[in-house]
């Protein structure tokens, strides 16, 4: 079946404007999360949902950052005015819902690029 | 701050040979997940160890996991070149599973 899918791959936008991430996440998966990986570096939580819900956006570093989640399935990652430190690989996973054992399947990432 | 550490950062082994990593974290965890990266893109879900299990096993990977210590080692036994990628800890926290990430250990296997 189709694994979860991000768009657009690559993102190179001017300081200031504001960029949109998507992630198609695999039919069923309720739990959705999106991270941050920059270069070199490990993942960093953003936010987390559980149907269109994000019981936990602890992760967000600023307001600039906000996400949506809807019909259960899509969800759109928004960095408004962005900086160069916006600049990183957003990666989404998603994974079934309410267990513990909680395997994250990950899509290819958008790699947004801030000049 | 991030909850899981790899060490080393980096390693280099040629084919054939055995690659081992650890990773230490600092709280109580649900398990402990290692991911593959290739190539800075999508992660790749490896093998989970439960925080009851101490010893786990999938083809060619050995997981451990010593709670008391709050560590876990991953070998990958007689390397081969497929194996070059980016390894990563995670662990699970919360009642949803939260994953947290480690820097990760980059790892190159020459033929």
């Known amino acids: 079946g189709a694994g979860v899918s991000q768009s657009p791959s690559n993102k190179v936008t001017e300081k200031g404007k504001d960029v949109e991430l998507r992630c198609d996440p695999i039919s069923g998966h309720t739990a959705l999360y999106w991270y941050r990986q920059s270069l070199g570096q490990g993942l960093e939580f953003l936010i987390y949902f559980q149907g269109n819900s994000a019981p936990d956006k602890s992760g967000l570093p600023s307001d600039r950052f906000s996400a949506e989640r809807t019909g259960g399935s899509v969800s759109t990652l928004t960095i408004q005015r962005t900086q160069q430190e916006d600049s990183a690989v957003y990666l989404c996973a998603s994974s079934y819902p309410d267990r513990v054992e909680n395997e994250q399947y990950f899509g290819p990432g958008t790699r947004l690029t801030v000049t | 701050s991030q909850q899981g550490e790899e060490d080393p950062q980096a390693l280099s082994i040629q084919e054939g040979e055995n690659a081992t990593m650890n990773c230490s974290y600092k709280t109580s965890i649900n398990n402990l997940q290692w991911y593959r990266q290739n190539s800075g893109r999508g992660l790749v879900h490896l093998i989970l160890i439960r925080s009851n299990e101490r010893e786990k096993h999938s083809g060619r990977l050995r997981v451990t996991l010593d709670t008391s210590k709050k560590s876990s080692s991953l070998l990958i036994t007689a390397s081969r070149a497929a194996d070059t990628a980016s390894y990563f800890c995670?662990?699970?926290?919360?009642?949803?599973?939260?994953?947290?990430f480690g820097a990760g250990t980059q790892v190159v296997v020459t033929p």
């Open positions: 995670a662990t699970a926290l919360g009642s949803w599973g939260k994953l947290q």
